[in-house]
């Protein structure tokens, strides 16, 4: 099946500005209201994210929104201009904690979480004020709003008949791509292992429209078309009970996304490390995050909860990194 063109678009991507249109200083540290460390986290990444935070902080949204109530693009316009334009050195995010609920059913404001969820339904919630008062809106339009164009790539999962060789390929759109290292040693492996073809055999059989029966094949899924923003979680359970895989992952500064598309002849497509968090604690289910962004001037910080610091880009790339976030 081929990718469906959207009939309408809901934001053009010429619009999107991928670089800072300010340079200051980095803006304020984030109080924990609570067990808010997750939450933390993602907000600063956000914040950091330049074409998003280009966006919110000119208050395109909010000049159009008719929404009633809880609405995140709202509640985030308002959060990064406190952040990076008020003097402030701490903030309370107590907006986004007060309308946890509305982000994600599963979070509560007094309970720890994970960083990862949080970062998923925040952008769905994102995603959701985009589409407000939009019922009519096609499944392709809905990927052309601002969040899934600058988050928002395509996958493509080939499926090859082992019996017949028959091909079927199919399209799915992500915001964000959750890789295994149970194995690799660096975001490098990981992505080369997501990429290489899986045996679908037994209970995974599937049934192939020429043969007309049910055979064992072959999948492969490649990136088919690329975000402005790559954002990579490093699956760091090991198993259901919160069993958590501690060891280093090395990932680069630059990452070229060109091995891993679809079609690997063409220009390098490269990215560049702008944020990534980081668990510590020895089970998933416990511990705390923190956070590494690049400011608009150039420069890293370490940000947990209200503390801010300056720290090097070797520091950055030593960490046991779980979110990974890197910029077209």
């Known amino acids: ?15 999107i500005c991928m670089d800072w249109q300010q340079r200051q200083r980095p803006g304020a540290g984030l109080c924990n209201l609570g067990s808010t460390c997750y939450i933390n986290v993602i907000l600063q990444c956000l914040t950091y994210t330049p074409p998003l935070a280009n966006y919110l902080l000119s208050r395109d949204h909010s000049q159009l929104c008719h929404r009633q109530g809880f609405c995140m693009m709202c509640i985030m316009e308002v959060h990064v201009r406190k952040v990076l334009r008020s003097s402030a050195n701490v903030i309370q995010p107590r907006a986004v904690v007060r309308d946890l609920k509305f982000i994600g ?43 899934h164009q600058i988050f928002g790539g395509f996958l493509k999962s080939r499926v090859t008949c082992m019996r017949c060789q028959a091909v079927s390929d199919s399209y799915n759109v992500f915001l964000h791509v959750l890789l295994d290292i149970k194995a690799p040693s660096s975001l490098i492996t990981a992505l080369e292992d997501f990429v290489t073809p899986k045996k679908l055999d037994g209970k995974y059989c599937l049934k192939c429209s020429k043969c007309d029966k049910k055979v064992t094949s072959s999948k492969r899924v490649t990136v088919h078309r690329v975000p402005k923003v790559f954002t ?21 500064e630059y990452l070229d996304l060109r091995p891993y598309m679809s079609d690997t002849a063409g220009e390098p497509l490269l990215y560049s490390l ?38 090097g880009i070797h520091a950055v790339l030593r960490q046991q990194a779980y979110l990974l976030f890197y910029a077209r």
């Open 1 to 15: 099946e081929q990718m469906a063109l959207p009939q309408s678009i809901l934001f053009p991507s010429e619009e």
């Open 274 to 311: 702008y944020a990534l968090v980081v668990h510590s604690g020895d089970t998933c289910l416990d511990g705390h995050f923190f956070c590494y962004t690049k400011a608009s001037n150039g420069l890293w910080y370490k940000m947990d909860d209200e503390s801010v610091d300056n720290c």
């Open 105 to 147: 059913e599963e979070f509560e404001p007094d309970m720890a979480g994970d960083a990862y969820e949080f970062l998923c339904c925040a952008l769905e919630a994102m995603q959701r004020a985009c589409l407000s008062g939009r019922s009519d809106v096609d499944t392709s339009s809905q990927t052309t709003t601002i969040i």
């Open 232 to 252: 990579v979680c490093l699956e760091r359970a090991a198993d259901h009970k919160g069993k958590k895989i501690s060891k280093i992952v090395e990932y680069p």
